[in-house]
């Protein structure tokens, strides 16, 4: 892809639904430094809008909190997109659930094909959650509902 885009197309959407790998980046305004982060509970919502959940004490929600842009990747079509977009923390920290997580949704601003040159991906990463199976359908059956019923 040449150009920018401003919305996940509907193969985008469909990889973005809780069980891709999803990096994600920031800058701390107070530092300069840039905070990564891999994370699967990333769910598109909408075309121009993505939501992941994320440890509620992690750095990445102070950092959001003070600088809201952010950048993600993640690989679907046989290449990697890097998604800009602003970032709001929508729960600081969810109640009743199992993992106390701040949800946080992004609207998209720009979408860019970032692979390089004559390359393409031929296969998709694969993962394992290694706690014990119950477990993990019950957090993503809980983090799957918490995102996608967010007002």
């Known amino acids: 892809m040449s150009k920018v885009i401003n919305e996940l197309s509907?193969?985008?959407?469909?990889?973005?639904?809780?069980?891709?790998?999803v990096f994600v980046n920031v800058v701390n305004k107070e530092t300069g430094d840039i905070y990564s982060t891999?994370?699967?509970?990333?769910?598109?919502?909408?075309?121009?809008?993505i939501r992941f959940a994320i440890d509620?004490?992690?750095?990445?929600?102070?950092?959001?909190?003070?600088?809201?842009r952010l950048v993600m990747?993640?690989?679907?079509?046989?290449?990697?997109?890097?998604v800009k977009g602003q970032a709001a923390v929508k729960v600081a920290?969810?109640?009743?659930?199992?993992?106390?997580?701040?949800?946080?949704?992004?609207?998209?601003?720009?979408?860019?094909?970032i692979m390089?040159?004559?390359?393409?991906?031929?296969?998709q990463p694969a993962f394992v959650k290694t706690y014990k199976e119950d477990l993990i359908k019950k957090l993503d059956d809980e983090m799957r509902n918490a995102l996608k019923n967010l007002p």
Do not use: C, H
């Open 73 to 82: 990747n993640f690989i679907a079509q046989e290449t990697v997109f890097s």
């Open 10 to 21: 509907p193969e985008m959407a469909e990889q973005l639904q809780g069980q891709s790998i």
């Open 93 to 113: 920290q969810t109640e009743g659930l199992t993992l106390k997580m701040a949800l946080i949704e992004v609207t998209v601003e720009e979408i860019r094909d």
């Open 56 to 68: 509620a004490k992690s750095d990445f929600v102070r950092i959001l909190q003070q600088d809201p």
């Open 38 to 49: 891999v994370l699967s509970w990333v769910y598109a919502v909408s075309p121009t809008a």
């Open 116 to 123: 390089f040159y004559g390359g393409k991906i031929v296969t």
